[in-house]
């Protein structure tokens, strides 16, 4: 199918980017395009402009700032997956941007497109989540951050208002600028969509000492976090027994996702599944 037709800016800068926004208020922000532009073919978005910003040169890499990794949105998952820095400090995320598409998605799509556009099955979500984020916004009236807690709304939808920009992502990494980062050990394990290999459900952790802080994707309306796990770890070590005792019932199925593929009552078991070999594998067991 063909698009509607729409206007095509191109922003050299955040400052021009949030200008055009202002300008066109329908319009759209185009990133890596793998989401927008067939939601666009089918009909279901008719934006009067789209909005590039892949070249906006400030809006890309992945850099430490003391005991924080500065990741600008337009960094693909590509760069993700290859960062030493990530590898080092964050070897989470390297490790869920694998599960996302082949080498041609992984090339072009985003992290900030993944996170702005939120969808209930995407990888990167439920990272952001288990790893604790912060999302930089800018727009018209300046710039705020935003706790990933408080970033899911909804399904497809986000605290990023109207005419705003998601610009970084800010992930903690413990320590100091200097003093080393206290090692951290984390997870992602999932179970993928047969033709989409979006995640049916995938879950994300990271441990800190014996401190657990995991999430979700695929189960509900938006990436969540799995505080029932949280709490029935908090201040145990990590033993097979804890993991399996703690893995059980983690989300009553009432309100999971549902189709073809999985029923609700299935996505509550691949949760509690999903929860357990992550762990495992976080715990090297």
């Not at 206290?182 to 992602?188: I, N, T, V």
């Amino acid at each position: 199918m063909y698009t509607s037709e729409f206007a095509y800016k191109k922003a050299t800068s955040i400052a021009e980017a949030i200008s055009l926004l202002q300008q066109h208020p329908d319009a759209k922000l185009l990133a890596g395009g793998h989401s927008l532009i067939p939601t666009m073919k089918l009909r279901l978005a008719a934006p009067s402009a789209l909005i590039d910003i892949s070249k906006v040169a400030e809006l890309r890499g992945v850099r430490k700032e003391g005991n924080t990794l500065v990741i600008g949105a337009m960094t693909t998952y590509h760069e993700l997956e290859t960062s030493d820095l990530l590898r080092q400090y964050c070897p989470l995320i390297p490790q869920a941007v694998q599960h996302i598409g082949d080498p041609m998605v992984r090339a072009k799509g985003t992290i900030g497109g993944s996170l702005a556009h939120a969808d209930p099955a995407a990888d990167l979500p439920a990272s952001m989540l288990a790893l604790d984020a912060k999302i930089k916004i800018q727009g018209p009236g300046g710039t705020r951050v935003v706790d990933i807690d408080h970033f899911f709304t909804g399904m497809f939808s986000t605290a990023i208002g109207d005419g705003e920009i998601l610009t970084e992502v800010h992930i903690p990494i413990g320590g100091s600028a200097h003093a080393p980062a206290p090692a951290r050990r984390m997870a992602y394990a999932k179970f993928p969509h047969p033709a989409s290999r979006y995640a049916v459900v995938g879950v994300a952790v990271v441990v800190d000492g014996n401190n657990v802080r995991a999430a979700v994707t695929g189960a509900g309306e938006h990436a969540m976090r799995l505080t029932k796990l949280e709490q029935a770890l908090s201040g145990k070590p990590l033993t097979a027994e804890n993991i399996t005792a703690a893995c059980q019932g983690l989300l009553p199925p009432d309100n999971l996702n549902h189709d073809l593929v999985a029923s609700k009552e299935y996505r509550a078991h691949l949760v509690d599944v999903m929860a357990k070999r992550a762990l495992m594998q976080a715990a090297g067991l």
